[in-house]
Nanobody, 123 residues
Framework: VQLQASGGGLVQAGDSLRLSCAAS????????IAWFRQAPGKEREFVSA????????TYANSVHGRFTISRGYAKNAVYLQMNSLKPEDTALYYC?????????????????WGQGTLVTVSS
């Protein structure tokens, strides 16, 4: 599975962005798909995940209520709608694909990673 993340950009605080994670090589409708982010000088952190079986979702506390993860089966893609963006959301955002829902918060549980898309939120 090859993953391609896109949709990042420079926005102001309070604005919205939608990130996309597109897959090629194999359908990923059965995979757990997650978004992680890494800010300069910080560790990579979990943002959100969606299951392959029933589209259950999980969010980090810092984004809960502002971000929404969803699948687009027809396009073999996963989206992250980010609303009410804050400067602390500034980071390189990665999508990842894995097989285990119970380890969805752990970056080392994921098998495939996209290259990252940069989100910059100015105050």
């Amino acid at each position: 599975v090859q993953l391609q993340a896109s949709g990042g950009g420079l926005v102001q605080a309070g604005d919205s962005l939608r990130l996309s994670c597109a897959a090629s090589g194999r359908t990923f409708s059965s995979y757990v798909i997650a978004w992680f982010r890494q800010a300069p000088g910080k560790e990579r952190e979990f943002v959100s995940a969606i299951s392959g079986s029933d589209s259950s979702t999980t969010y980090a506390n810092s984004v809960h209520g502002r971000f929404t993860i969803s699948r687009g089966y027809a396009k073999n893609a996963v989206y992250l709608q980010m609303n009410s963006l804050k400067p602390e959301d500034t980071a390189l955002y990665y999508c990842a694909a894995g097989t285990a829902w119970d380890t969805r918060l752990q970056s080392d549980a994921y098998l495939y990673w996209g290259q990252g898309t940069l989100v910059t939120v100015s105050s």
